[in-house]
């Protein structure tokens, strides 16, 4: 779900409750209320370095430590500087409304990584092959001479070069 959609959805029930008497409230106001939450929720992460949501969850942000790590590519050692994360350990109510859920998410699967050479034959496969072709046929109505300097190969790319159009009537 996008931030887009929790503003269609909130403004929908707030409209279909009547929330606002003799009033609509729009999509563009509800789209100002949801940013005013989230900045709020940041601003106090930031100030506090804790925000708790009762039968929501808690978030805190922590410090991770400085490490050492290794690049994947080249496997040469890498420094990583420590940082501070935002962690989210969800409430009680939560919990329970997600464990009783009907649809269990399924666990997507990554797909493996293809190597250099797999690329490089994949846009091999891709690549235009030369495409044999005749000589060029002839633009007043006479038959094509066997002496028409045209090359017995062409690759597509030429071929792809329109040919001017000249008129039988002169």
Known sequence: MTKKEIVKTICDRANKEKLIPKHSLTQLAT?????????????????????????????????????KARNPRTGDPVNVEAKNVVTFQPGKMMEEQVKKSVKIAEVKKKKPRKSKADKAAKSAEKA??????????????????????????????????????TSDAT
């Open 31 to 67: 789209k100002e209320i949801v940013q005013w939450t989230f900045e709020a929720i940041i601003a106090t992460l930031v100030r506090e370095g804790r925000i708790e949501l009762r039968n929501f969850g808690v978030f805190e942000v922590k410090q991770r430590r400085p490490r």
């Open 128 to 165: 235009p092959e030369p495409i044999a072709v005749g000589p060029a046929p002839s633009t007043n109505g006479t038959p094509p001479t066997e002496t028409a300097s045209v090359p017995a190969v062409v690759s597509a790319a030429a071929k792809s070069v329109a040919e001017p159009v």
